[in-house]
């Protein structure tokens, strides 16, 4: 099993949509995470992070943990073209001492 | 305000040929990352300096070779290139080892014929 699971995509949604992104990991010491948006033929950018559980909300974006299922989300309200990327999400167990994991990234389509 | 540079931005190589690829930070951080990026695989990190003059293996190390010249650069080679290292390589750099603030490059993208 690997450590932090995200379905692939792609998944296509029509402008205004809101959008449900997942990722499962299976490492309980996870305690940092965050959500890095990649748009094509670019490098990863980091969109949001959260420490532990609970949500954290930053405009159109919300990002929500539950540590307790070991299951994060990332919803974006009044989806945009714009917002069309791949998504991935990473976590850490000590932020400053070890390195993050990716997830494979989530493909978003938004027409 | 350039961030984080790599060089080239695409290569072909020869089966067998070896290249660095270039990698610069100008956010003055202690720590710096090679990843590659294949479908289906996400990013896999081969490759990290924690800090000036320490480097470390990553997930996939095999068949990469790193350097970290000084604060500001870290460099990657491959000494006997082949067609499974075809792949969309990122540098990143952060202000300290697995800070969830990760700044990355464009990519390489390589290609071993």
């Known amino acids: 099993q690997k450590e932090v699971e995200q379905d692939p995509g792609p998944l296509s949604v029509p402008e205004g949509a809101i959008v449900s992104l997942n990722c499962t990991y299976s490492?309980?010491?996870?305690?940092?995470f965050m959500w890095y948006r990649q748009y094509s033929r670019k490098g990863p950018e980091l969109l949001m992070y959260?420490?532990?559980?609970g949500n954290k909300e930053d405009g159109r974006f919300t990002a929500q943990v539950d540590k307790s299922s070991k299951y994060i989300s990332l919803f974006i309200r009044d989806s945009q073209p714009s917002d069309s990327a791949t998504y991935l999400c990473?976590?850490?167990?000590?932020?400053?001492?070890?390195?993050?994991?990716f997830g494979k990234g989530t493909m978003l389509l938004v027409s | 305000n350039a961030g984080v540079t790599q060089t080239p931005k695409f290569q072909v190589l020869k089966t067998g040929q070896s290249m660095t690829l270039q990698c610069a930070q100008d956010?003055?951080?202690?720590?710096m990352y090679w990843y590659r990026q294949d479908p289906g695989m996400g990013l896999r990190l081969i490759y990290y300096?924690?800090?000036?003059?320490?480097?470390d293996k990553g997930e996939v190390p095999n068949g990469y070779n790193v350097s970290r010249l000084n604060k500001r650069e870290f460099s990657l080679r491959l000494e006997s290139a082949a067609p499974s290292q075809t792949s969309v390589y990122f540098c990143?750099?952060?202000?300290?080892?697995?800070?969830?603030?990760?700044?990355f490059g464009q990519g390489t993208r390589l290609t071993v014929v």
């Open positions: 990143a750099s952060s202000v300290t080892k697995g800070n969830t603030e990760a700044f």
């Open positions: 490492n309980s010491a996870f305690q940092y």
């Open positions: 959260t420490y532990s559980s």
């Open positions: 990473a976590m850490n167990a000590n932020s400053g001492y070890s390195t993050l994991t």
């Open positions: 956010m003055n951080h202690n720590s």
């Open positions: 300096s924690a800090s000036e003059g320490t480097t």
